[in-house]
C-alpha cells in the first residue's frame, strides 16, 4: 500500500492522492532554516524534517526540474492561507 502523503504548508489541503507532486524538506541545514523561516515555523516547534513534504504549488515555476526541485530552490508561494485548487 503507498504511503499517503500531506503538504506541510498550514491551510494547504494537496496530498498524494491528488496526484500532487510533493517535495521532501532538504537535508542540507542552511536549505531547510529557509524553507522553515517562509513557512513560520519556529525553531522550538516539533519539526519531522524527515517526514515532511510541501507540494509544488508552492514553488515558481522555474524552482521545478523535470523530476525534482532545482537545487536551492526555496517556497515562495500560497504560504498564507493557502488558496490552491
Not at 517535495?23 to 525553531?43: S, T
Request: glycine share 4%; proline share 6%; with cysteine.
Amino acid at each position: 500500500m503507498p504511503r499517503f502523503r500531506k503538504c506541510r504548508v498550514r491551510g494547504c489541503e494537496s496530498t498524494s492522492v491528488d496526484k500532487i507532486r510533493l517535495f521532501r524538506f532538504p537535508n542540507e541545514l542552511e536549505l531547510a532554516e529557509k524553507w522553515k523561516k517562509n513557512l513560520k515555523i519556529a525553531p522550538t516547534d516539533h519539526f519531522p524534517a524527515t517526514n515532511s513534504f510541501i507540494c509544488e504549488k508552492h514553488f515558481e515555476k522555474e524552482a521545478i526540474g523535470s523530476k525534482m526541485l532545482k537545487r536551492n530552490a526555496i517556497p515562495t508561494l500560497n504560504l498564507g492561507k493557502c488558496k490552491c485548487f
